[in-house]
């Protein structure tokens, strides 16, 4: 009992930590191309978090993710756009929207296991990519919404800027995290946890495990539309190719670089793949002159095969353990006189 | 007054009738034994009571319900909890934590509850860990309470199992073979054990090798041989039935 406490409160001074770090450093990084990755990975992590529990926590894996963040991000950008709703109203539509879709479509695809379920989550995140683009009076088709997409405003307070949309971001990134492990830390949480240890003794003490995989797919797209809302208010203009099949692999890649069953796992996963995405844009071409887009996929490729050989805890993990077996060589030296 | 009834249970895997024909009943209180030789169909009669697979032919009634085609967790929440004879321990949990997902069907905070754990949420959760440790402290694991499942020795994790399972609070409970591996001592707390959850109302049906333990505690014992019931009686009556000691103790050189 005692220690249960005792890890609760843990948690809860990382967390608070944690928050601070965040909201000090927009007043130490004055230039905006750092804040800007900065505001990304916030909006990432949102989603991360969402698919980490999917992955982590149920066991599950989604090549789609991309989608569900398309569809909030198209949602908030045409009900705002062409239809003035406020965009507050529009990111709950689409967040309920979202999560709706992907309750009904789990429903089907959670009947397939590990390579078919991933299959069937990425032919759905394809359809959706297809739908995208060719709806062109909705969606504007490759182009893009034609009409500019409003900032988000808070009473008058209207984030229109890096520096103020950062904070915004960050506050819901947190939120997304405590809200988290919230779940994880529930009879819910449990239950996916069971499900992950032993499907088979998770259902014989009634643990409905087909619903509870149901019920965390549609919580996790509701995480990636929230997500895409905060991005196509961020950026003013959406159009197809940030929803795409590339995205969906880069979600999955940030999940597993930080390592799936820690709330922790996220950011760290989504900073680290972040930054690498950015200098390798600044200095592929430089290295290599002639390389296109793809050269994306195949690092992606690259880092996925080391981590699963290597660290199949994901990096969080293995660096904790890290610095626990330090911590414990440093013990040992100072007991020994 | 009978809680469980199994007619004409039958389940063929391919050309392997694993079990065949098998019929019997449990009264509320008892403790009933199932034994036979490796490969006799006991497990598999475990699995289909519990919903594991859908038996080839035969019904199953728990308390005058049909449950023959009932999905495994559907099963639970009417009250049949089990333990397994390949641990099935939450390896990626403590054991308070494996203990506690036993409580599942006790308690209903939904996924809205869990993303907002407002004030009943918490109080049900805290129910949770109370009751979860009783169930510890009465299979002896009190003190390990926080520690990794799988960290536990095989016999306390077989005891983890029991924990887990009557956190549910089965009417009727399924032990798979629960003293193998174990030492003298700790089959000795198994039997405590047992006969304090007899004592609390539960009905066990046990699979068991250990005879001796076996004849001690059962009330009725039914023996299955290549799949068949090939009697059914007290401990005596099957200690001194000459075709259960041909076909199944002679076999042990008894
Ligand atoms: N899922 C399955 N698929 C195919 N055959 C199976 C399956 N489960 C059990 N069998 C077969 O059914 C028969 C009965 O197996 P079961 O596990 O029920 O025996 P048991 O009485 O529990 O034996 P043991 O004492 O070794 O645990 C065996 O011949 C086994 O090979
Ligand atoms: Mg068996």
């Known amino acids: 009992m005692k220690d249960l406490l005792k890890q609760k409160r843990l948690r809860h001074a990382l967390i608070l930590l944690f928050t601070l770090i965040i909201f000090t450093l927009p007043f130490l990084i004055t230039n905006n191309y750092y804040l ?12 991360v978090v969402g698919l980490c529990l999917l992955m982590g926590y149920a066991g599950q894996i989604s090549l789609g993710h991309a989608a569900f963040y398309g569809l909030g991000a198209y949602t908030s950008g045409i009900l705002t756009s062409t239809y003035n709703v ?3 109203l529009a990111l709950l539509a689409g967040a309920v929207g979202t999560g709706i879709i992907a309750y009904l479509i789990g429903i089907p695809i959670f009947r397939l296991k590990e390579h078919y379920l991933a299959l069937a989550t990425l032919g759905f995140g394809l359809i959706i990519h297809v739908i995208l683009m060719e709806e062109v009076e909705l969606t504007g088709g490759p182009s893009g919404l034609s009409k500019g997409i409003p900032y988000l405003s808070i009473g008058s307070l209207v984030l229109n800027n890096d520096f103020k949309f950062y904070f915004l971001v960050w506050i819901l990134a947190l939120l997304a995290l405590i809200l988290a492990n919230n779940v994880v830390h529930s009879r819910i949480g449990r239950a996916l946890r069971s499900i992950h240890g032993s499907e088979f ?8 495990t087909g619903r ?41 890649v940030m999940a597993v670089v930080g390592g799936l069953a820690s709330i922790w796992g996220p950011i760290f996963g989504v900073s680290v793949i972040t930054i690498m995405a950015e200098s390798l844009k600044e200095f592929m071409p430089l290295l290599i002159p002639q390389a296109g887009g793809e050269y994306e996929i195949v690092v992606y490729g690259i880092i996925l095969v080391v981590i699963m050989i290597f660290m199949p805890d994901g990096l969080t993990a293995t660096l904790v353990k890290a610095y626990e077996g330090w911590r414990y060589r440093k013990e040992r030296a100072n007991e020994t006189p | 007054m009978k ?3 199994v007619t004409q249970l039958t389940k063929t895997f391919g050309g392997v009738h694993a079990v065949s024909d098998v019929s019997f009943s449990v009264s509320k209180g008892e403790i009933v034994a199932v034994i036979g030789p490796n490969g006799a169909g006991k497990t598999t009669l475990f699995n289909l009571m519990t919903g594991v697979y859908p038996p080839t032919q035969g019904n199953i009634y728990f308390n005058d319900t049909d449950i023959t085609c009932l999905p495994t967790h559907k099963v639970a929440s009417l009250g049949i909890a089990r333990t397994f004879q390949n641990l099935q321990v939450f390896n990626n949990m403590t054991v308070l934590e494996n203990v506690m997902v ?3 069907i006790r308690s209903r905070t939904g996924l809205l509850g869990a993303v907002f754990p407002l004030w009943p949420v918490q109080v049900e959760e805290s129910k949770i860990v109370e009751s979860s ?11 390990k309470a926080m520690e990794q499942a799988n960290s536990l020795p095989y016999g306390q994790q077989k005891m983890l199992e029991i924990a887990r399972a009557i956190a549910l609070e089965p009417e009727l409970l399924l032990l798979d073979e629960p003293a193998a591996g174990l030492n003298s001592s700790e089959t000795r707390d198994l039997v405590d054990i047992i006969y304090t959850l007899r004592d609390q109302g539960i009905t066990i049906i046990l699979v068991e090798h250990d005879m001796e333990t076996v004849m001690e505690i059962t ?8 799949g068949n019931k090939l009697a059914e009686g007290t401990p005596y009556e099957i200690q001194n039935n000459q075709e259960v000691i041909t076909a199944y103790l002679g076999e042990e050189g008894l």
């Open chain 2, 3 to 5: 809680l469980l009834e």
């Open chain 1, 86 to 88: 406020s965009p507050w």
């Open chain 1, 201 to 208: 003794a998770a259902q014989s003490l009634g643990v409905d």
């Open chain 1, 36 to 47: 800007s990755v900065l505001v990304i990975i916030g909006i990432h992590t949102i989603v």
């Open chain 1, 212 to 252: 509870h995989k149901l019920q965390v797919f549609a919580l996790s797209a509701v995480y990636a539309s929230v997500a895409g809302s905060l991005y196509a208010h961020y950026i003013t203009f959406i159009s197809p190719s940030p929803f795409g099949l590339m995205t969906s692999i880069q979600f999955v």
């Open chain 2, 219 to 226: 009330d009725r014992l039914v023996v299955l041989n290549f």
């Open chain 2, 102 to 104: 036993g409580r599942h």
């Open chain 2, 133 to 143: 440790l009783e169930k510890l402290a009465l299979t002896g694991l009190a003190d």
